[in-house]
């Protein structure tokens, strides 16, 4: 606000000396709310020794509430903070006091130590079953030991456990710190601004630089930087409700109140302007103002999972139970068949351990960061990580048009006045000025109430320079206005604001539609008014034409209807304009105009005229539209425009497409009543706010789902929020655009809020999962895209690592079951899934999205990670062709050195029997045992290696859950990478000496192992088979039971 709009607007009042403007009940039952909010909240913080400190807490907050800043004389103030109320604070003087009291900002909380976070790390998820196993194996070690047994192996798995217990937890860690580092970057992108007056001039500050005295504007959709006395104000009003939990909003005025919660003339830090505008000064900054000091009872609240930590949760809980299951099923059948107890201990610890795979959960955190620094490049700033996946499963878009679909860059382009319209091609320097004013007699006086009641004003002002190449501070249609307005009158726009400054003014708002102001000209009061043409000449009685007034009639209705329709439909944003001057009587000089009680007349005004204004979509909105329109998702557009003009905008961008028409539309090409077109005919729909009024929640479903095409006009944002609802009655996951303070209870209501970074305000950031760098609708499509992506590979990790627990558990089950010697050891068991697979799982974090990404539905609110699909997938289909393939090769061996398989079958005692020396096998030869442990040994390692093989085909095939490896192309290079890692790490096990001893395998023939290569081809044409009848058979038996 210029100096102009703020003297004599609501100057400084006589203070109430104590009497609060409410009645003492409601102070009494408000004060008693905040009372219960801080016993709340102080009741959240932990129990342990906390008791005696949240009471001195208590005390210490309601003692420091006995302030006197909003009491005393305003004059006082500025002498007790020493600065000067017309020219601020010196650059110097500030500062000084920034470097005394700091910066103005809340004490961040204490983080926990990074040791503890690490350990946190390390011991979640699936980290305390792995630690019982590898005390379990220290604990049988321990007993063989005492026992005199010299074995060695189960001192080696608690080695093996307890290192990749360590690295895993140090990756998670590590993942885990670099995504907190990324998160607090993306914070530092949307930094809060303040402006100021320092050294006499207004100048914008970071916010965190505020300091004590400072004098400051306070805007509609701001959010207040500091604990702030009131000095001018008009129309001012905040929403408490970060502060209260009270939702309405509530006046501010320069009256003061002992009370300092009940006080008018104070607004707190982190509350919002929702109306009007003014000035204040600083009383209290950082950790001093009131929220600051309620931050210090709040600071050990713990979050809320996240809707992906609880899906991610919901998967180690179902791995958790598969572990213990298989443990305790085999514990129980080997007991019941006389299995030596340490032998089932050992193989439990195995299949327990070798089930988790420890990959899962790093993958998850790698795969998020990932996707919010792509997001990031792509001018997607991502505030809560959670956010990326729950957008890729989002199905209605909910959009504004103004910024978002266009380009917010509005060019005056047509003028209506005395029934003739003027196009805006000369108006472009300003020695034309006499030529478009002297084309209407009405034009100078529209020209006038256009002035007045403009807030927008040029940031600096510089003569020389072109107006068009000015920066204003004001929305897009102030800023159109202002720059058409300077052109035409020659720059005296600001002259004329000054001669005649506002005495009053009422905001512009989503809900009246209109702004209002009264100015003193020409020794009278008028009042002029712009806002929506039907609100504004609905308040009118007369209209100016050819300079003078007459009477408006149904003539002049008609050709304003026809001429507001006709701007609407070539997509343009039309303003009525309209005027009132006031009886001298009545309104003297001197007459004190209220705007809370509206003591000046508006309605009987006279009508001048209409602007409009064209502001082209965005290039990249309809070919972002199409992909959502082939992805499943559909695009809704939500704004305050009027019908027509959001027709034609909803026309160009494609969400109403070509060849789908409106009832209206159906009515007037048949020329027909609308009662006349059947349901179903019509596929597009353009509700106007007004009917909305008329629907119930019940009606609004039905609509939104008999329309597939829909467009929601001059809405308010209570029936922005009520649209949400609708759309997520229906089952659907909605994510909303929003720029402005009424926008943040529909942001704040969808699953996903998206706020625009250039012209959205605090309130609507802060309202946000997701801010849009550039207010691009097309960024938003990047955001679906990657949030189906990680769905995608976290899915693709699942199968994954969970494929290895069959192969895992056959040997065990063939072990018991046909008494076979054992193919798998359990060091061999927990290498497969928490050594070997953890890269592989990892990289497939980095792998890109699939082809048809984009042209699939969106996933149903109730998937889950783990379907019966995908169980069947696992364990019934590739875990199987695995496990066969493996003991392929086991066979294979053991055949070509004389055990055939049918002399395998029931061996396993006298194969355990140390005391046999001369085992016979198939062809008659004797084995002692330690021969036999030998080549069990070599065995151990060609089906641990027959495995890891497998294991690297199936990574390839897990790069796609629909398209063919051979649809995309191999960009991640984590994956061949991953690849050779999986076979250098086994190899390294299996053929260096005496770690080879140390983890049970023997030096093996490596072209034995080439005999499971037939599986591993078989597994690929199966797999590959397996996505194409998904792909050219959707919806089938197959499409529903084999995709994973």
């Known amino acids: ?162 290192f990749i217990l360590l690295l895993t937890g140090t990756f998670s860690y590590w993942q885990t710190h670099r995504s907190e580092k990324i998160m607090e970057s993306f914070t530092k992108m949307t930094p809060k601004a303040a402006k100021v007056l320092r050294d006499g001039k207004w100048q914008d500050i970071a916010a965190d630089q505020l300091v004590l005295g400072d004098i400051v504007e306070v805007m509609s959709g701001h959010a207040t930087p500091a604990d702030l006395r009131i000095i001018k104000y008009s129309g001012l009003k905040v929403d408490n409700s970060a502060l209260t939990g009270e939702n309405d909003p509530l006046s501010r005025t320069t009256q003061s109140d002992e009370n300092p919660l009940e006080s008018h003339n104070l607004m707190f830090y982190t509350t919002h302007a929702v109306e009007g505008s003014g000035t204040a000064i600083v009383i209290k900054t950082g950790d001093q103002t009131f929220m600051g000091r309620i931050a210090k009872l709040t600071a050990n609240v713990g979050p809320q999972q996240t809707p992906i930590a609880v899906e991610i949760q919901h998967c180690v809980n179902i791995i958790w139970f598969i572990a213990l299951t298989m443990g305790a099923l085999y514990v129980i059948a080997a007991f019941s068949m006389g299995v030596d107890w340490l032998m089932v201990i050992t193989l439990s610890i195995g299949l327990m351990a070798g089930n988790l795979p420890g990959g899962l959960l790093i993958m998850v955190t790698a795969m998020l960061s990932l996707a919010a620094k792509h997001l990031a490049k792509k001018n997607c700033l991502i505030k809560k990580l959670e956010a990326v996946e729950t957008l890729g499963s989002c199905s209605i878009i909910c959009s504004d048009k103004t910024g978002t679909l266009t380009q917010n860059r509005m060019t005056i382009s047509h003028v209506w006045v005395d029934d003739a319209v003027f196009l805006n091609e000369t108006a472009t320097e300003p020695d034309t000025v006499d030529g478009f004013r002297k084309q209407s007699p009405s034009m100078p006086i529209l020209i006038q109430a256009a002035s007045l009641c403009l807030r927008a004003k040029f940031k600096e002002y510089k003569p020389d320079a072109a107006i068009n190449s000015r920066e204003v501070e004001g929305d897009a249609s102030e800023t159109a206005i202002l720059k058409f307005l300077s052109i035409i009158t020659g720059d005296r726009v600001p002259e004329a604001r000054k001669d005649s400054p506002p005495l009053a003014e009422i905001p512009f708002n989503s809900t009246v539609k209109y702004q209002a102001s009264v100015h003193r000209r020409d020794g009278l009061h008028l009042v002029v008014m712009k806002g929506a043409p039907e609100v504004v000449v609905g308040r009118c009685e007369t209209i100016l034409v050819n300079g003078k007034t007459e009477k408006l009639g149904k003539k002049w209705e008609e050709k304003f209807q026809e001429m507001y329709d006709e701007l609407g439909e070539l997509g343009e944003r039309v303003i009525g304009f309209c005027d009132c001057e006031l009886d001298e009587t009545e309104f003297p000089e001197g007459y004190e105009f209220n705007v809370e009680e509206k003591n000046f007349p508006l309605d009987g005004m006279r009508f001048l005229g209409l602007m409009s204004m064209l502001d082209p979509p965005r290039a990249a909105v309809p070919d972002a539209v199409s992909k959502c329109r082939s992805a499943g ?223 699939l539905p969106p996933r149903k609110r109730s998937e889950r990670l783990i379907t019966s699909n995908l169980v069947q997938a696992v364990y019934l289909q590739i875990g199987i062709i695995e496990s066969v393939g493996a003991f392929f090769v086991y066979f294979v061996i053991y055949t070509t050195q004389g055990f055939y398989p049918r002399r395998l079958l029931g061996l396993r005692e006298e194969w355990e029997d140390s005391t046999i020396t001369d085992l016979k096998d198939s062809f008659g030869q004797e084995w002692n045992f330690a021969q036999r442990k030998q080549l069990e040994h070599v065995v151990q390692s060609a089906f641990f290696i027959s495995v890891v093989l497998q294991n690297i085909v199936h990574l390839c095939l897990r790069r796609c859950r629909r398209v063919s490896v051979f649809q995309k192309p191999l960009s991640n290079h984590h994956v061949p990478c991953a690849w050779l890692f999986e076979l250098a790490l086994a190899c390294f096990c299996v053929y260096t000496p005496y770690l080879q001893d140390a983890l049970g395998y023997g030096t093996m023939w490596f072209p034995w192992v080439f005999a499971v290569l037939p599986f591993a081809m078989y597994l690929f044409v199966y797999d590959e088979l397996r996505r194409l009848l998904i792909r050219h058979f959707p919806g089938s038996w197959a499409d529903r039971n084999l995709y994973v």
């Open 633 to 855: 998702v559909r695009v809704i557009m939500v704004t305050g425009d009027h019908p027509v003009t959001a027709a034609a905008i909803a026309r160009s961008v494609g969400i109403i497409s070509a060849e789908s028409y409106t009832v209206e539309e159906l009515a007037r090409q048949r020329d027909v009543d609308y009662e006349d077109i059947l349901p179903g005919e019509a596929t597009a729909a353009v509700i106007h706010g007004t009917d909305l009024k008329e629907l119930s929640q019940a009606e609004l479903v039905q609509i939104l789902t008999t329309y597939p095409e829909i467009v929601f006009a001059r809405t308010s944002p209570q029936q922005k929020l009520q649209i949400v609802e609708a759309c997520q009655s229906t089952g659907a996951i909605v994510a909303v655009t929003g720029d402005g303070v009424n926008d943040a209870p529909a942001l704040k209501k969808a699953d996903i809020g998206v706020s625009m970074g250039i012209t959205g305000n605090d309130v609507s950031v802060e309202s946000a999962d997701l801010v849009l760098m550039d207010d691009n609708f097309a960024s938003i499509i990047n955001g679906i895209e990657e949030g189906r992506m990680i769905f995608d590979n976290i899915k693709k990790t699942c199968c994954y690592a969970m494929t290895t627990d069959i192969p895992e558990a056959a040997p065990v089950i063939l072990y018991l079951v046909l008494n076979c010697p054992l193919g798998l050891y359990t060091i061999s068991m927990i290498l497969l899934n928490c050594a070997t697979d953890l890269y592989p799982a990892v990289s497939l974090a980095y792998e890109p999205a699939e082809s048809d990404t984009m042209k």
């Open 1 to 162: 606000m210029s100096d102009a709009q703020l003297n004599g607007v609501n100057a400084e009042q006589p203070r109430n000396h104590g009497k609060s403007s409410h009645p003492p009940q409601a102070s009494k039952e408000r004060h008693s709310t905040i009372k219960g909010l801080w016993n709340k909240v102080a009741k959240q913080r932990p129990r342990e020794g906390a008791r005696d400190a949240r009471q001195r807490s208590i005390v210490h907050l309601t003692a420091e509430m006995n302030m006197d800043e909003h009491l005393i004389p305003v004059d006082d103030l500025f002498r007790r903070l020493e600065v000067d109320p017309e020219k601020g604070l010196s650059s110097m003087e500030a500062a000084s006091r920034l470097t005394k009291n700091g910066p103005n900002a809340l004490s961040p909380p204490k983080k926990d130590p990074e040791v503890l976070k690490w350990f946190k790390a390390t011991f979640s998820g699936f980290g305390p079953l792995m630690l019982a196993a590898a005390l379990a194996s220290l604990i049988a070690y321990l007993m063989q030991f005492r026992d005199g047994v010299p074995a060695m192996d189960n001192m080696y798995v608690f080695i093996v456990l307890t």
